[in-house]
């Protein structure tokens, strides 16, 4: 290693920098959040660069690259990093086992997208920029940081293999998986994920609103009618399944 560089400086730089975007955007809060990729080294071994326990709560989204982890994939230990390992460790290491093609576990407390997740209903996935995502669902409630949530995930992945996706976790969160050539082309997937699904879940909760008040008849994305209040409460998926020549940027 060069002298006055540290171990995957980029990467663990990228990370950082990312952390002060999500919280500096308010798309997680003080309560927490946690981030992940998978990064291969020059000999084949697969790391995961991952963000330390508190990384809001104590240090306000503002980090160094030194703070952040090198965890060894294999053995689940810390190689380097000054922070402590995050308890959520279990459900990152649960889908980067379950799926070999995610890269990124991105786990944030996105508010618009928490309310969605608090009430236990899927959210209503509307806009253009986010179809690509698909069905936005909700998953059964375990506490945080549980083995209990880990495996909801991993069932969850084990009968859903499509990526990029991003899944409501009851009262907790978002968490967004995505592949990509390598760990930071994930990352910075997850981070235009989380920003156009924070936009769509205000779209979604005003186009209810509009449903109840009598001045839409149903939910409408890209010209056409996806759904409706009473499919959404019985657990229909509401996204524009009819264009499968879509076009993302």
């Not at 995050?86 to 576990?105: F, G, L, Q, S």
Request: proline letters at 4%; aromatic letters at 8%; hydrophobic letters at 35%.
């Amino acid at each position: 290693m060069t002298k006055g560089k540290i171990l995957f400086e980029n990467e663990r730089k990228s990370l950082a920098d990312a952390v002060k975007v999500t919280y500096y955007r308010k798309n997680t809060n003080t309560a927490g959040g946690n981030f992940s990729f998978k990064h291969t080294d020059n000999n084949g071994d697969d790391y995961i660069i991952m963000t330390p326990s508190m990384m809001s709560e104590a240090y306000h989204g503002l980090l160094s690259p030194s703070q952040i982890l090198v965890v060894d994939l294999k053995t689940e230990k810390v190689v380097v990093g000054e922070g402590e390992l995050t308890r959520e460790i279990n459900m990152h290491m649960a889908c980067y086992k379950t799926n070999p093609d995610i890269r990124c576990v991105f786990h944030a407390h996105a508010p618009n997208a928490m309310f969605w997740a608090t009430s236990g209903l899927d959210m209503p996935n509307l806009t253009e920029a986010t179809q690509k995502i698909e069905h936005i669902k909700v998953l059964g409630f375990a506490p945080n940081t549980t083995p209990e949530l880990a495996e909801i995930v991993k069932n969850e992945l084990k009968n859903n293999s499509n990526l990029p996706k991003e899944y409501l976790l009851n009262s907790h969160g978002v968490l967004i998986l995505t592949p990509g050539s390598d760990g930071i082309e994930a990352l910075n997937k997850a981070l235009q994920i989380i920003d156009t699904v924070e936009w769509n879940a205000e779209i979604a909760y005003k186009q209810t609103i509009f449903q109840k008040l009598g001045i839409l008849d149903g939910y409408y994305s890209e010209g056409e009618k996806v759904g409706s209040v009473d499919e959404l409460t019985s657990n229909e998926e509401i996204w524009n399944k009819s264009r499968e020549d879509k076009v993302f940027e």
